[in-house]
């Protein structure tokens, strides 16, 4: 019974094993240094951004294709004239809609898929190259006038966002409803990261959304990532 019970342990741990292997072949999470380097060692890469055409032309990583992950129809029909038998680099913004494309690429079959760990504001934040269309992306701020921003009588508060930023979104409508019955006390300024990429990377902005809370001039409170209304609230107070 003891052998027995060894060999079915031996099985299921070799088992184990062999998903653990399989996985780990299929889909990596690379940080933006080891996604660029892992680039360099494939003989003609193929980079996917699955971010919205408009994101892509905004910035995007040398000799990338756009696939748009949001328009899936089209996502479906391009993918599938893919080799999967071939290694992919696909990216987003901050890395959840390319955590969706590699686990859908995954479940058709594609066997070697490495995903860009927050996505393209960690690469912008490495100080990688990127491909820019001048004429779709605006100056932005610049670091004097975001300072500027702050100087003001009233409590500022200002929300770094993306259009294509899920939690983003979700806070869009509480922050207009402060901007509205707080205008007295309060000045709401939001500032969208993809028109203002210089800004956010000399404030070392490298993830959305991000709220930054000025009292008498002075920067009192940031916060990065989702936030409910009521704490938002509680700091204004």
């Given at each position: 019974m003891k052998e027995k019970a060894l060999f079915t342990l031996m099985i299921l741990s070799f088992f184990v094993s062999s998903l653990k292997g399989q996985n780990k072949d299929v889909k990596r999470l690379l940080s933006a240094v080891e996604f660029s380097e892992k680039i360099m060692t494939i003989t003609k890469p193929v980079i996917i951004d699955?971010?919205?055409?408009?994101?892509?032309?905004?910035?995007?990583?040398?000799?990338a294709v756009?696939?748009?992950?949001?328009?899936?129809?089209?996502?479906?029909?391009?993918?599938?004239?893919?080799?999967?038998s071939k290694p992919y680099f696909i990216y987003c913004l901050s890395g959840s809609r390319s955590a969706d494309a590699s686990e859908k690429l995954n479940r058709n079959g594609f066997k070697e898929i490495y995903d860009l760990k927050g996505g393209i504001?960690?690469?912008?934040?490495?100080n990688l190259p990127q491909?820019?269309?001048?004429?779709?992306?605006?100056?932005?701020?610049?670091?004097?006038?975001?300072?500027?921003?702050?100087n003001s009588k009233k409590i500022v508060l200002i929300d770094?966002?993306?259009?294509w930023c899920g939690p983003c979104r979700k806070m869009k409508p509480y922050l207009e409803e402060i901007a509205n019955n707080m205008?007295?006390?309060?000045?709401v300024i939001r500032i969208n990261a993809d028109d203002n990429q210089k800004l956010c990377?000399?404030?070392?902005?490298?993830?959305l959304p991000v709220l930054k809370l000025f009292k008498n001039k002075?920067?009192?409170?940031?916060?990065?990532?989702?936030?409910?209304?009521?704490?938002?609230?509680?700091?204004?107070?």
């Open positions: 699955v971010r919205t055409r408009e994101e892509f032309t905004k910035g995007h990583l040398p000799n756009n696939f748009d992950w949001n328009n899936s129809e089209n996502f479906e029909n391009q993918t599938a004239k893919l080799d999967k504001l960690k690469w912008r934040a490495a491909v820019i269309d001048t004429k779709a992306t605006p100056k932005g701020l610049t670091k004097k006038q975001f300072d500027e921003l702050a770094f966002y993306a259009d205008k007295d006390k309060v000045e990377k000399e404030l070392n902005i490298d993830a002075e920067l009192t409170w940031s916060n990065v990532g989702f936030i409910t209304k009521d704490d938002v609230l509680k700091q204004l107070q």
